[in-house]
Structures are given as C-alpha cells and as structure tokens.
C-alpha cells in the first residue's frame, strides 16, 4: 500500500506552516535494529518520518525548509551491498518516487547540514530522539565557530511533536482507506481462528492462522505482539507467550492486528475453544458486550473523549453488582474505583501509524472533544483473577475483552473491523458451522 508522492508533499508543507517562519525541521528514519550476532530485523522506519515521506530505508535523515522544500540525506545506491541486502532508492528515486527537492548520500550529511542550518533561527525535531539532539547541537556548534567567517548559527531548538502530532490524529481518506483494509485483514484472520480452534491444540497454533491470514493478504507483519490466550491466560493484559495447551471448556482471547502500509489494525475477541459458552461466561461475556454497545454510542462527533469510557465502566460496574461480584452503590463503586480489580485499563486508544497512536488525550486539563477523522479503539474488558477469593468461583479465571476500531465521522461513527463476530449467538453460530 502507497500514497502518492503528493500526499506527502502537502504533509509536509502544512507541518511547516504550522512550525512559522525561520524555522528547519529534521527528522530520521532510523537505523537497522540488531536481532542476534549479524543478523538484523526486517527494517520499519520512525512513524514520523514515514508519514512525512513515505521512505522505508534505514538511515535517511530529512530536512524540510521553511517553504516545505525537502532535502534527504540517503544510503548511497551501491551494486554490491544491494546483491545482499536489496535494492536501494538512492538520490534519483529519493527525488523521483518520494518526491524530495534535493538529495545528498549520507556521506555528504553533515555539509547539508550545515547548508540548511546556516541562517535559520530554530531547528524544529523530535525531542525525544536523543541521538538526533546530540548530532543537531554538534552542526549548530560547529556553524558558531564559524560566526566570524560570516556564519550564522541557529539560536533556538524546538520540539516538533505537538504540531506533528496533532496532524498524525486526524487521518485523511487516503489513510482511512489503508487502515480499513488492513482492518478487514484483521477481520478474516479472526474469523479463521475461531473456525480453526480445536481443544487440546496449542495457543501458538492458534496464532499460526492469524499470521498467514495476515501475511497470505499483504499485512506480511503483525501490527504488535499477537496474544493468543486461552483460559486465566486471558487474564493477563499483556499475555505473549502463548505456549500453553487450550482446554475444553476454557475461552480464548484473542488480541491481534495485521499491518499494512505501516498503518495498524487492533482486534480482540473473546470466544469458547468448544464453540459453546458456559452460563457464567455468557453472562460476563454479555455484560461487557453491552458495555461495548454503551460505549460506541457516545463515539460521536464533539463528544469528549473520556466519554464512551465512562459510560462503558458505568456499564460495567452496574452489571457486576448484579452478578455479585461488588458490591454497593454504584456511583460510589465508580467514584472509589472499586472495579479496577475487574477492569484496570482505558477503554480505548488513538490507533494509526503506531497502534497505540500519537496525539493528545487532554487539551487544557479537559477531555478533548472528538472530530471527525479519529480513528481509535474501542475495548471493554473484564478480567476476574484465579486467585481472587473474594468472588465465588464460578468466576475465577474468566478474561474477556472485546475490541473494534472507531472512525469518528459527522454522520456518527464507523466500524473499520465490521464483519467480524462479536454477539453470542453469531460466535456460536459461526464456530458450529466449521
């Protein structure tokens, strides 16, 4: 999946609108990650970067003028190294396919630098990316020892995280186009999996159908860690190892998304690896399937986002003094936070070039209102701990969690992953007829 060299363009002209005059933005791609001795994993580059250029090789460092004009220092096209490790861009495809107004090999990095830099007043990056910190304050040093030969050193360095941030939050139609297709990606590979499951299988066989519906469809990597978790597996949030056996009778969660086009896809579902939910199951399973229902319905435009989350856990907290497993009244309940036992994290997050994408949650201390355009998730979850004495043990084990992706439009909001189960009656209904 590609966008035009275009949508880039106009990406990074507006960055630089926002970031005001006198100003030269920097940002790298990355480098090769080491996974053991010579061996490297597959290169991704730095969500920023990628949205500003579309560029996927290792090592690239960006530069954008005032005006938005683009200068790239890149690996140099080089016969040899290519026989081993593939083709390279190089300057004639870093201006030709990617669109860049000017590009230099890496070996000329530090003289472009000092080109651009000489003259501006700010230097706009990324902060939190220590290692280009240090190199912009080495150009900046070595363009003030310079001042009496004429040059003119920046006096400032800016972070440009909030500006690119902000417009990273707001997807155009050619990133929701991306993003749905991988959703649905996300979508058949969950339905294969719950017509795969048999008990006494292993969880990492589970997973193995998701990534070659993944990779059998173009999102040839996971967006994050799949979790494949079977019994009180599932009540562990951030459960990977998904080496144990599925048991009759246990429910299995599933967390897992497909990438494409550097763009992540997030689902969960929860289903019976026997195709039949048992009575305590069904009824923890429906109650946080209405808090899902709750939930959706507040993820409309101009609502803050702490929104559907509230309404989720008010949801959740009334339906668990029902079933007995708290107590009280459920305001105080909520105000006191008593069900973070059952329920300890956000129903939701930003999703985009990274799954848990950037972007502000608060605007001056308040919930931010949502606009069309958001895309984030939705996942309501319960999570009953084995060793939990306090709750009778019908319940004790059970995690469930069921999660879709949200775009916000003004005509209220979208499921990207529609078409996958989520009822009861459908999960079973689906899981009988394999």
Not at 35 to 62: I, K, Q, V
Request: net charge negative; with cysteine; aromatic share 8%.
């Amino acid at each position: 999946m590609k966008l035009s060299k275009e949508i880039y363009r106009e990406r990074r002209q507006r960055l630089m609108s926002a970031l005001g005059d006198h100003t030269i933005a920097v940002i790298r791609a990355g480098e090769l990650a080491t996974r053991n001795n010579d061996c490297d994993y597959e290169f991704r580059p730095h969500s920023c970067f990628f949205y500003l250029t579309g560029f996927n090789e290792p090592s690239a460092m960006l530069f954008i003028l005032p005006t938005g004009e683009s200068h790239m220092a890149v690996l140099p096209k080089d016969p040899e190294r290519e026989q081993w490790d593939g083709f390279r861009h190089g300057m004639t495809g870093a201006m030709q396919t990617f669109g860049m107004d000017q590009a230099v090999e890496l070996d000329e990095l530090d003289d472009l630098a000092l080109e651009l830099f000489d003259g501006a007043d700010h230097i706009a990056l990324l902060m939190e990316d220590e290692l280009l910190r240090d190199q912009v304050l080495t150009w900046r040093d070595a363009l003030a020892a310079r001042a009496r030969q004429g040059a003119v050193a920046p006096t400032s360095i800016v972070d440009l995280s909030d500006a690119l941030h902000e417009m990273r939050l707001i997807k155009d139609a050619a990133e929701i186009d991306i993003m749905e297709r991988a959703a649905q990606i996300s979508v058949q590979a969950h339905t294969q999996a719950m017509k795969a499951v048999v008990p006494g299988m292993m969880e990492y066989q589970l997973e193995a159908e998701l990534n070659y519906v993944f990779m059998k469809n173009g999102a040839r990597v996971p967006a994050y860690n799949n979790i494949v978790a079977s019994g009180s597996n599932a009540c562990v949030l951030h459960y990977i190892k998904n080496d144990e056996e599925i048991a009759d009778g246990d429910l299995i969660l599933i967390d897992a998304g497909g990438e494409l086009g550097c763009y992540a896809s997030d689902i969960t579902r929860t289903f019976p690896a026997n195709g039949k939910f048992s009575e305590p199951q069904a009824q923890l399973y429906q109650l946080v399937l209405d808090a899902y229902h709750a939930g959706l319905a507040q993820m409309t435009v101009g609502n803050p986002y702490e929104a559907f989350h509230n309404k989720a856990v008010e949801v959740l907290v009334t339906g668990l003094v029902k079933l007995g497993l708290l107590q009280g009244d459920v305001e105080e309940l909520i105000e006191n936070k008593a069900y973070r036992d059952f329920y300890m994290h956000n129903t939701g997050h930003w999703l985009g070039l990274d799954v848990h994408d950037c972007g502000r949650y608060k605007e001056a201390g308040e919930s931010r209102l949502l606009q069309a355009g958001m895309v984030l998730t939705l996942e309501p979850g319960l999570y009953i701990n084995p060793d939990n004495e306090s709750v009778d043990p019908k319940w004790r084990g059970i995690g469930i969690r069921i999660e879709d992706d949200i775009l916000i439009r003004e005509e209220g909001p979208y499921v990207l992953t529609h078409g996958l189960v989520k009822e009861i009656a459908e999960i079973e209904a689906l899981m009988a007829s394999k």
